[in-house]
Nanobody
């Protein structure tokens, strides 16, 4: 299992930017697809983005396309979420998540067995 710790959340005005980081433990991080989810108050947790272990397959939910960028640095065991042009509706707790096993290609991200470990979450608040 990969252990995950998110950071980088905070309060920002609409139109601003934040970069979230997710530090992972374990020597096999580079073999895991990684993703970001979020949960707004009173809503279900939703998928935001996923990146393959080799950066060759990335996918975003429609509401963040063109504004958010997921990336990873395998040398630092870290995955990032760069969030630009933030909107009040982006306010949520953001969670990092790892695939359930190594070498599981990220285009399977909708499969029921794809996702594994969760991080503890980091709060992002966008004021209008």
């Amino acid at each position: 299992q990969v252990q995950l710790v998110e950071s980088g959340g905070g309060l920002v005005q609409a139109g601003g930017s934040l970069r979230l980081s997710c530090a992972a433990s374990g020597r096999t991080f580079s073999s895991y697809a990684m993703g970001w989810f979020r949960q707004a108050p009173g809503k279900e947790r939703e998928f935001v983005a996923v990146i393959n272990w080799s950066d060759d397959w990335i996918y975003y939910t429609d509401s963040v396309k063109g504004r958010f960028t997921i990336s990873r640095d395998n040398a630092k065991n870290t995955v990032y979420l760069q969030m630009n042009t933030l909107k009040p509706e982006d306010t949520a707790v953001y969670y990092c998540r790892a695939a359930s096993r190594g070498w599981y290609n990220s285009y399977n991200y909708k499969s029921t067995d794809f996702w594994g470990s969760w991080g503890q979450g980091t709060q992002v608040t966008v004021s209008s």
